[in-house]
T-cell receptor
Framework: AQSVTQLDSQVPVFEEAPVELRCNYS??????LFWYVQYPNQGLQLLLK??????LVESINGFEAEFNKSQTSFHLRKPSVHISDTAEYFC??????????????FGTGTLLAVQP | NAGVMQNPRHLVRRRGQEARLRCSPM?????VYWYRQLPEEGLKFMVY????????ESGMPKERFSAEFPKEGPSILRIQQVVRGDSAAYFC?????????????FGPGTRLTVL
């Protein structure tokens, strides 16, 4: 069975400090990996995704994630966070599980709390 | 291009009533997914539909829950005889092609509270 683990439920960090949000997955098939961000009382927005090719993917607002197949990880990083980055971050995976659907399997989320 | 629309945004029901949640996908998208987010948990897949067809309902509870995506109009997630455990945020997502690499675009969600 496929699963996603986000070990940190909450990550407090000071503004302008670097941050890493961890994501590990388990899958018996090739996967596509996603990071979504959810601001309070809003829906999920795609932050970045890995499909193939370069293992390092970047978003437009300074986040990056690296696909590491040997460690089955897809950690999210940002070198300098802003107050506005405060949100819940979800790692998700999809793959050819043998059915007809590309359903996403989500981790439990990590709350990034940026403090001034 | 309008995003995924969901209504109502908040819904309050008493135990035993019915809840109807609506989702209009992005223009040009014919693939709709429903997810449920229970308090303090991540999103869980419920059902995947294309126009007039249910493709995968492996995440739907066996009883009281149903979904449809008619030829015309929004997708509907229906919960009959709601119980307190149904209180959650229900998110709809849509995608253009339904293939593995497709990005799913999420709506703002409907927050259901069962009293």
């Amino acid at each position: 069975a496929q699963s996603v683990t986000q070990l940190d439920s909450q990550v407090p960090v000071f503004e302008e400090a670097p941050v890493e949000l961890r994501c590990n997955y388990s899958s018996s098939v090739s996967v596509y990996l996603f990071w979504y961000v959810q601001y309070p009382n809003q829906g999920l927005q795609l932050l970045l995704k890995y499909l193939s090719g370069s293992t390092l993917v970047e978003s437009i607002n300074g986040f990056e994630a690296e696909f590491n197949k040997s460690q089955t990880s897809f950690h999210l990083r940002k070198p300098s966070v802003h107050i506005s980055d405060t949100a819940e971050y979800f790692c998700a995976v999809t793959g050819n599980y043998g059915g007809a659907t590309n359903k996403l399997i989500f981790g439990t989320g990590t709350l990034l709390a940026v403090q001034p | 291009n309008a995003g995924v629309m969901q209504n109502p945004r908040h819904l309050v029901r008493r135990r035993g009533q019915e809840a109807r949640l609506r989702c209009s996908p992005m223009k040009g998208h014919s693939h709709v997914y429903w997810y449920r987010q229970l308090p303090e948990e991540g999103l869980k897949f419920m059902v995947y539909l294309q126009k007039e067809n249910i493709i995968d309902e492996s995440g739907m509870p066996k009883e009281r829950f149903s979904a449809e995506f008619p030829k015309e109009g929004p997708s509907i997630l229906r919960i009959q005889q709601v119980v307190r455990g149904d209180s959650a945020a229900y998110f709809c997502a849509s995608s253009p092609n339904g293939v593995w690499a497709d990005t799913q675009y999420f709506g703002p969600g409907t927050r259901l509270t069962v009293l």
